[in-house]
């Protein structure tokens, strides 16, 4: 079974575009199963902002107190989640919504509990629920919210679930689609970058904020065996006459 996982960024859920449905429905068509990772940061600034609680970020992660950890998880499960569900299935793509938290797919502990709260990282993936929609012809649709093997909440960083559902699911593909068309040099964009053309980039700071952690995760992802994993934008069509469009990450040369 080709694997490919979508994860579709906060920044463009609520405007994804007609040619992104095409896009997706031609890779359906072409066999392969998509599972999809969503975030929801803008969406859940706002909520914040009505609550009137300042959103906090520390590398790109949020800080998660008690209370902010409730607002998470009202906006990724309750709207960011039932948006694109709803969307995929107007589009005639079958989509089970699901918290990553949902039958302990998502497991996962504190990075740093004194200095972040309740943000976490994946430890394990339990694909079996996943299978289960796979051979029923569903598209699995996660937030990236996790638990501790405790049964405590997790805020987890889209992209870095997104990346581990990629690995533990052994995907061919895993692609970041977001609200540029890739990984952005003096507004042009650079189609193929290595480990170490991105982190140069990162260090003179052509890249930085939200698409740290997106290059970062990336190039992890990579390096567990995910042969194509791509930067795309959700505005236009990523793929079209069977070519991907955007930003793509290679192993270094010499590297296998
Ligand atoms: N070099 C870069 N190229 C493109 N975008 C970049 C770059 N560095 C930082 N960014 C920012 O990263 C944003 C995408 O990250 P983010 O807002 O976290 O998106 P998402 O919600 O899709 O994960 C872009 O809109 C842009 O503002
Ligand atoms: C720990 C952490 O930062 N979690 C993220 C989860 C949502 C997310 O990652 O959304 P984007 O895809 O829009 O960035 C957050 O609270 O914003």
């Known amino acids: 079974m080709n694997i490919l996982v979508i994860k579709c960024g906060g920044s463009i859920i609520n405007e994804l575009s007609e ?3 095409t896009s997706v429905k031609e890779l359906q068509s072409r066999g392969y199963q998509i599972v999809f990772v969503h975030g929801g940061g803008p969406d859940i600034n706002s909520m914040l902002e009505k609550y009137e609680i ?5 590398n790109g992660l949020r800080k998660t107190t008690t209370e902010v950890l409730e607002v998470v998880e009202l906006m990724l499960a309750g709207k960011s989640n039932r948006c694109l569900v709803h969307k995929l299935e107007a589009h005639g793509i079958k989509a089970v919504g699901l918290n990553g938290s ?3 797919i998502l ?3 504190y990075i740093d509990e004194k200095k972040l709260g309740a943000v976490g990282e994946i430890h394990q993936v339990d694909t079996e629920l996943l299978g289960l929609l796979f051979e029923k012809g569903y598209c699995p649709v996660l937030t990236p919210i996790s638990t501790t093997e405790d049964g405590n909440k997790l805020n987890v960083n889209a992209d870095m679930a997104a990346g581990s559902v990629a690995k533990a699911l052994s995907a061919e ?5 977001t609200d540029v068309k890739g990984v952005l040099k003096n507004q042009q964009i650079i189609e193929k970058l290595t480990e170490t053309e991105t982190k140069a980039l990162i260090t003179d700071g052509s890249i930085y904020g939200g698409m740290i952690p997106k290059v970062n995760t990336a190039l992890s992802v990579l390096n567990k065996g995910v042969e194509k994993v791509m930067i ?3 505005k236009d069509h990523f793929y079209e006459n069977g070519q991907f469009i955007g930003t793509k990450f290679l192993q270094e040369e010499g590297v296998f």
């Open 54 to 58: 300042e959103p906090v970020f520390e």
């Open 232 to 234: 795309v934008s959700g």
């Open 173 to 177: 593909m895993c692609l970041f689609v």
């Open 102 to 104: 949902d039958g302990g």
């Open 107 to 109: 497991t996962g502990e």
């Open 19 to 21: 040619s992104f449905f």
